[in-house]
């Protein structure tokens, strides 16, 4: 590849004046340490065989690192790249993929999320393709892309500020005005192994640890702002096939849901379905109908919100009298920052659900693994594990007041805080060996809210690639009671005509529907469109994506060859973590749910078992290894030698 | 009788559609600085507001422009003649609602032409926020939103 000049403080690269194939043809190389800036052109070849985002993230990651490196070294890169798609008419093309070594993973792996709001298209219509970020300032410092030029801004100003307060200040301070801004908030700053980035005031990446990554280079925000042009290559052909997958959205009964409630719209089922698992899986409620969705639309509001091109709207905003009343107003809550801190955390009410939720995110800290570290804690001082000589505070179960305290403090290092920052799995790792047997998790992965005992296909998620099984693959995999009518066409893939809370429990087609799902997520996030109408919806295909790759790039792209460039992915992703020593020994779910069935409700008896985990997982991995096979050596964008 | 792109910024959830389809549809491309229609944003507290031109009766627009390339035709929409315009800026200057820009590349006035009475940012809007609705039938039915809301009170 070649270089380009590298320069202090601020630098530009000559700008095409238009971009005319979805790709800018370049990414730009940031040391924060010494300032440099070397702009490198991508070759066309690397870019047409694995098309942007994720793909191209993983790659430099790979390369750019060795096994073993630590997650805060400051030769280990942070990633951002956008795909073809990014800054077209395509629907949901505002995706921009993230990824660094994990602080949260033991032993550091790899830690990916994707952006929600304009982040990617301002990527792609400032010129370029990726941002390669290097080295650690000496001060706070603001990255401000634009147009061809990359300059340091000073953030010192604003550095203590909240996420969405800190992104208004870089923002008013670069002089853009349409721009997108990620920020972390006071946890990044104090390197909270868990600390989030925020895009826009309010979205947080739903990776944990990626504000961490930022706050440890002293890197407060990066603010994207591009104002392109970019030219498909097939205008009008680009222009109908826009228009026909905004017409399959609008007749998909999961957009739908989705559009009417966000990534939220499963808790009535989950609340009514008699699979709870509360209190760090030890106490198992008959229902919780005080936790719907009905319930939060109607006293919360739940205002929905869009991301770039994006018809489904499923960002939502949180208000309603009783908070806004107290002053919160707030973005960005999720489906599993919901049910963790609900049901991990034993919390019986929406509002103390939602204050926690706020002053995490407030805060720059993932809820959701600060309800694992939290529901860890409390469940092991209830057992006399612990004390609160170990706590800080007196821990019970329900207790807002003190989680919001030790929320603040652990973000802030303070006191106890400076062990809670670092993450559940070596807060535990102090412990008693039966003591960290309590923390569910994944190589340092915090187990989501749901209980892998009743929902196989989320343990097989989780077990399988605990980097990419955030909220979004949880919302299809877990089989809920009734998804099918919102999906159709996991019907066929899954070969089943219903859908009930049997299905949810049972291992049927959980490895197929799993394989299809990430692979359909990763060939989106490669293409630059967001991966939730494509994974959780099934409302976009791999051929909707290979034909709007085609009206853009010009290039031809078919199904079978986009999945299996996807497919080559992530397996570079799991060579990673086996490199890691994170073998099939250690990516399984938490040894106690094959020890402990569930003990009542109408899913009593349900437990893991060995020989089932290990056949679905079998399956799982050989359904991802035929779709990397059929790409081709040429064909389609796939590779099958990484 | 004079139609134009009615905003009900209420509806509006930031995707910014309109922009991109509205410089697909003059330009070709995708850029928001090339689009006729643009959404103002704060997003800490989810707001957003489709900003275009509203084809005034009275458009102080035309009244700026010293080469008369700004006119109000007989159908009511104020027109941009690309021939005259010398690319002074005074229409951006004067249009009260900021609606009136320049574009990025020749320096010339753009505005809203209304897709030829087919907006493509309208028929992109899926929350509805943008309606093309004829002048008369806008008071209308502005009127009985405002009816409606009084009566909710009642």
Known sequence: MRRGGSAQACESVEMSTLITNGWAGRRVVVN????????????????????GGRALNVLEIRQRTVPGLDAFNTDSPLCMAAGPLAGTLAPCSAALHLAARSPAAYPSTIAMAEIAGAAGPMLKLAGFDQIVILGESDKPVCLVVSDGTVEFRDASKYWGFDPASAAEAAKR????????????????????????????????????????????????????????????CHGPLLREKAKDVRHVFSRSEGIRALSRAGTLFPMDWIAGSGALAERNFNAFPAGKPGLGTEEYLSR?????????????DCGRFTGGEELTSQG????????????????????????????????????????????????WLTDCYERGMIDARRTGRVMAWGDVESVLAMAAATARREGHGRFFGEGSLREAKRSTDSAE??????????????????????????????????????????????????????????????????????????????????????????????????????????????????????????????????AAVMAAEWDMMVKEGLGLDVLRPPARFFAEPVPEGPFAGEVLREKDFAGARGEYIDAVGRARGRGGESGGGGSPAL | MRSTVFVNADLCTGCKLCELVCADA??????????????????????????????????PCVAACPSRARSKDHGGLVAIDAESCIG???????????????????????????????????????????????????????????????????
């Open chain 1, 300 to 312: 919360f509001k739940g205002l929905g919100t869009g991301c770039w091109s994006c018809p489904v």
């Open chain 2, 88 to 154: 002074c800026g005074q229409c951006v200057l004067a249009c009260p609602l900021g609606a009136a820009s320049m574009h990025p590349d020749d320096g010339f006035a753009i505005g809203c032409d209304l897709c030829s009475g087919s907006p493509a940012c309208v028929e992109a809007c899926a929350s509805k926020a943008l309606r093309f609705v004829p002048g008369v039938l806008g008071a209308r039915g502005r009127r009985r939103n405002w009816a409606l809301k009084n009566l909710a009170r009642r």
């Open chain 1, 437 to 566: 047997r309590l923390l569910p998790h994944v190589a340092g992965f915090d187990w989501p809210a749901l209980d892998p005992r009743v929902f196989k296909g989320l343990s097989l998620s989780f077990a399988t690639a605990p980097h990419d099984a955030g909220p979004l693959t949880s919302l299809a995999c877990p089989a809920l009671p009734g998804f099918l009518r919102f999906s159709p066409g996991l019907g066929k893939i899954s070969g089943r005509e219903s859908w009930d809370a049997g299905f949810a429990a049972s291992w049927d087609g959980k490895a197929g529907l799993l394989a299809h799902a990430r692979l359909l997520a990763c060939a989106a996030q490669m293409a630059g469109v967001c991966r939730l109408p494509a994974e959780a919806a099934f409302a976009v295909s791999a051929r909707d994506l290979a034909e709007m790759l085609y009206a853009v790039t010009g290039e031809e792209f078919d199904a079978d060859g986009l999945i299996a460039a996807a």
């Open chain 1, 173 to 232: 301070e670069s002089g853009k005005a349409v721009a997108s801004v990620l920020s972390i908030g006071i946890a990044g700053e104090n390197e909270v192994r868990f600390a989030t980035v925020t895009a826009d005031c309010s979205w947080p990446a739903e990776a944990p640890g990626l504000g961490a990554v930022m706050g440890a280079r002293r890197l407060k925000a990066v603010v994207l702002a591009g104002s392109g042009p970019m030219r498909a």
């Open chain 1, 32 to 51: 924060l340490h010494s300032r440099e800036i070397d702009f490198e052109e991508i070759p066309h070849a690397h870019l047409r065989r694995w098309i």
């Open chain 1, 328 to 375: 919160i107003f707030f973005g960005g809550l999720r489906f599993e920052a919901a049910m963790s801190v609900a049901l991990r955390l034993g919390l019986g009410r929406w509002i103390d659900v939602l204050k926690v939720c706020h002053e995490c995110m407030k805060l720059g800290m993932d809820p959701a693994s600060f309800a694992s570290l939290a529901a």
């Open chain 2, 26 to 59: 003059h330009e070709g491309l995708t850029g928001p600085a090339f689009s006729r229609i643009r959404v103002e944003s704060f997003p800490r507290v989810n707001a957003w507001f489709p900003v275009v031109c509203a084809h005034c009766a009275k458009p």
